[in-house]
């Protein structure tokens, strides 16, 4: 399904057909864009600042957020030659499901405030590519929608820590049919993201002077995200916080409804556990001695993950952890997310341990940049670069990813 899409430039396996068709697949005012990194540029340039900042910062110094990029640029690759690297295949099965490659999309917040019905079209392009898309608690189009769009989406929650909210949240994701449930634990209190504050963006949305002349001053966005929003769906509300809908984007309710979450704890997600019958991951890890205690609580998968730097500064990088609890995981699927941009790092994660990877940031500019096109063009051109870094490698598959094939620098 991926390869109909694909760019003749990108990749080298396919047959000639496909690449012909596929050329043309690629719409013109996407070519430019030739690395994940390219989308940033665009969305900056069409977001408010508080928007652009509210996506790309992290926590305070950032320090967290850099050793995301920092980890992955420690390593280096010690390729293998001349093995017949013919017919690839970076097919990956997760949960019982194979997938066209080893990374999908994870959640994120407020995207329909970012991009056009931002979720949406994530999901759809997650969906037309065969890759997991993870919807976030903090979203503004209804789980059930979403649902609709993509039956292999996952839903991700922020949990209080009282059973009385848990559990209809529970009952209403698995009504919505889905099959896998992410509980997000890096998020006991906000964080402190200074940038947020600097350029006037809050929770709930207020509309000061500050914000008001950056919204007038990013018309793209006015009238292309918001107004068109407003008009064809009527005010964004968080949809998905708990079984019931939750407050409007603009609303001073929303307060109440992200309290008590410093009070969650490993008894929740117990809880949660004899609830829900599909399949639970913990998303937020960094200690591999809470990696041991997810896997002893039944937990079928973490995402081991510093939030990408946007939660607790100084919280070292997913990939520095990542060996140990690979190690620990005794069956338990391991998944990393932070500073992922290229093939090579979704590699190194693998080969240091991880059994699939998420990719945030770009993905999210990417959509603000081209719409689901745009998710779609940045998804192929991952997709490519793992292809050829096999290659390059001397494998062909993403079983023989070995941890040999990498060397810290
Ligand atoms: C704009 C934005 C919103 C996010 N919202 C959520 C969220 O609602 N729930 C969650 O678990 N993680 C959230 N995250 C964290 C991502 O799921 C992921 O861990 C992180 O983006 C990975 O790092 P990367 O952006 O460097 O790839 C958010 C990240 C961004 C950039």
């Known amino acids: 399904m991926l390869d109909k899409t694909l760019d003749k430039t990108t990749v080298t396996s396919d047959p000639p057909a496909i690449v012909n068709r596929a050329r043309s697949a690629v719409p013109r005012a996407l070519k430019r864009y030739l690395s994940l990194d390219d989308f940033e540029a665009t969305a900056r340039r069409r977001l408010p600042k508080f928007l652009y900042g509210y996506i790309s910062g992290g926590a305070e110094t950032d320090a967290a957020m850099r050793d995301n990029r920092n980890a992955f640029d420690e390593y280096g690759f010690v390729p293998r030659v001349l093995n017949d690297v013919s017919g690839r295949n970076q097919t990956t099965t997760l949960f019982g499901k194979t997938y066209a490659s080893p990374f999908g999309i994870p959640p994120m917040g407020s995207s329909a405030l970012c991009a056009y019905r931002g979720d949406i079209v994530l999901t759809r392009a997650a969906a037309a590519t065969n890759l997991p898309m993870i919807l976030s608690a903090s979203s503004l189009i209804t789980l059930e929608d979403v649902r609709r769009e993509n039956p292999a989406a996952w839903y991700q929650a922020y949990l209080a820590g009282l059973p009385a909210r848990i559990e209809p949240l529970v009952d209403r994701v698995a009504a919505a049919g889905y099959d896998t449930f992410v509980v997000t634990a890096d998020v006991p209190v906000p964080p402190n993201r200074e940038n947020n504050i600097r350029n006037g963006f809050q929770v709930p949305l207020a509309i000061t002077p500050q914000v008001a002349w950056d919204t007038v001053t990013h018309p793209h ?177 993403i079983g023989e990813i070995t941890p040999d094939l990498v060397r810290k620098f």
Do not use: C
């Open 221 to 397: 966005w006015l009238f292309g995200t918001w107004a068109r929003t407003v008009i064809n769906h009527g005010m964004p509300h968080f949809e998905n916080m708990d079984a019931k809908r939750g407050p409007p984007v603009l609303s001073k309710n929303l307060m109440r409804n992200i309290g008590h979450r410093d009070q969650l704890a490993w008894k929740h997600v117990e809880l949660i556990r004899k609830r829900w019958t599909g399949k639970l991951v913990v998303k937020g890890i960094v200690s591999p001695a809470d990696a041991r205690i997810a896997r002893e609580s039944g937990v079928d998968g973490v995402m081991v993950s510093n939030h990408g730097g946007r939660q607790l500064d100084y919280a070292m990088s997913a990939l520095r952890t990542l060996p140990e609890i690979a190690a620990l995981a005794n069956g338990m699927t391991v998944m990393l997310d932070g500073g992922i941009r290229r093939g090579t790092d979704v590699i190194k994660a693998l080969a240091l341990g991880a059994d699939f990877v998420w990719v945030g940031r770009p993905f999210l500019y990417a959509a603000i940049a081209g719409g689901e096109a745009g998710v779609r063009r940045a998804i192929n051109l991952l997709h490519a670069e793992i292809d050829r870094d096999l290659a390059l490698l001397g494998i062909r598959s």
